[in-house]
């Protein structure tokens, strides 16, 4: 009853807040063209005209910048300012909303829906863990193929991230990845390989828990590196992958390359602020908290370094946390110019400087051409993304990947050993 009550309270926030527009963000106003002699003496009735004026509600995460009044801000109010000159009549209106937690921009469409989907937006940038949700709950409209291939070169990762049960749910705008940070004076080279890891022990950091009604990425990723195909965990569990990744945990927890705190972390954010305060060893961290902190900016041969998370076989084992455009637009013109904004928004000099400013990796080759890619870091990045896989979309993978990571905390706690974790895993439904 709380959580629904929280819920409650927040669309009411939303209803007063669509009453009242000061908690928007500021949308730019085209600028108006020079009557023609006709059009000054028509005598139009203002309300007609106002009558004729249609309005493409757009919520956005807080990440986007865009209320920010920085550079990644302006580059979309000038793609969408230009976007309404082209199309006369048309008024954007953005509202930027939490990245998560109970004010999310999640909880708010998912409460919205349920209580008052009149003030559900037309178009909506929302994680793809959200995507499939939102289409069981009917709240998206589903896209054609020939839509998704019409807005561009996607990393395959990304196109592959908004496709669930045969159906195209939105357009993947945004990426990012986990790789692990070093001190190059510490350590000559990371560890490849759970082995070597072990061998050389140094700590090794990561996010041993999750927060609430999210996937671990990490866990997910050396499900992957022990030798698993995600998509398959949807219909079968393989139980070699989880048993090997299960053993390798309670090793390295056994050595001390695992400390005890690291069940205690449910993020990377989390992780890095661990590592600051200590540098050594290993630390899991995402691209995204690299590029917007300027760590590898400027930085001596000797200092911090950057690698792909050790493996089983030490082959990359990337998985991409996704965002996507999910079109909401239930009526056919605006959907169409839902789609048409997308457009402007993916063209590759307002995704790939939107990208580079806001410190966050776009979904397509084209707009990270935008950025310096003689920088190592960044092209360490692009590798990374090239060779990544998508989590899978539904709920089959959503309650597998949580066991999976229950199974984790478990053994990270002491609480059991790799045969009962993988036990219960294997008896799950």
């Not at 972390?265 to 050594?280: C, I, K, M």
Request: aromatic share 8%; proline share 7%; with cysteine.
């Amino acid at each position: 009853m709380g959580v629904w009550l929280s819920l409650l309270l927040m669309v009411a926030l939303v209803l007063a807040a669509c009453g009242d527009h000061s908690n928007a963000a500021p949308t730019p106003t085209p600028t108006p063209a020079e009557p023609t002699p006709d059009a000054a003496g028509s005598g139009d009735d203002p309300a007609a005209i106002a009558e004729e004026t249609r309005q493409l509600v757009v919520w956005l995460p807080a990440f986007s910048r865009y209320a920010a009044g920085d550079a990644a801000g302006d580059v979309l109010q000038t793609a969408i300012l230009q976007f309404q000159q082209t199309h006369p009549g048309v008024v954007v209106e953005v509202h930027v909303k939490a990245e998560s937690g109970v004010a999310g921009i999640w909880p708010y469409l998912r409460a919205a829906q349920s209580v008052a989907p009149t003030i559900l937006p037309d178009l909506a940038l929302i994680n793809t863990q959200h995507l499939w949700q939102a289409a069981d709950l009917g709240m998206v409209s589903a896209l054609d193929e020939a839509d998704l291939e019409a807005f561009g070169d996607f990393y395959a990762a990304a196109a592959e991230s908004v496709r669930y049960d045969s159906q195209i749910l939105g357009v993947p705008y945004t990426v990012d990845v986990a790789h692990v940070i070093y001190d190059g004076s510490d350590l000559d080279a990371a560890p490849l390989t759970w082995e070597e890891l072990l061998e050389e022990a140094p700590v090794y950091l990561f996010p041993g828990s999750s927060v609430e009604g999210q996937i671990n990425l990490h866990t997910v990723a050396q499900y992957r590196g022990a030798g698993a195909t995600l998509a398959e965990a949807n219909s079968a569990l393989d139980l070699d992958s989880a048993q090997a990744y299960f053993d390798f945990l309670a090793t390295a927890r056994l050595q001390g390359v695992i400390p005890p705190q690291t069940v205690e972390w449910g993020t990377f954010s989390a992780v890095y602020s661990a590592y600051q305060q200590n540098p050594s060893g290993l630390a899991a961290v995402l691209g995204t908290t690299m590029l917007s902190n300027n760590v590898f900016v400027g930085l001596e041969e000797a200092q911090l370094r950057y690698a792909p998370l050790p493996t089983r076989d030490g082959q990359p084992a990337a998985v991409i946390d996704s965002w996507a455009f999910a079109v909401l637009a239930q009526e056919g013109e605006s959907q169409a110019l839902a789609l048409a904004l997308i457009q402007a928004l993916l063209e590759p000099s307002v995704h790939g400087r939107w990208s580079l400013f806001a410190d966050h990796l776009p979904s397509r080759y084209s707009a990270l051409a935008e950025w310096d890619l003689s920088d190592p870091y960044q092209v360490f990045l692009q590798t990374q993304l090239e060779t990544a896989e998508p989590l899978p979309n539904g709920r089959a993978f959503a309650d597998f990947a949580r066991r999976l990571q229950s199974g984790q905390t478990a053994i990270l706690r002491g609480d059991m050993t790799p045969e009962e974790a993988l036990r219960v895993l294997g008896s799950a439904p």
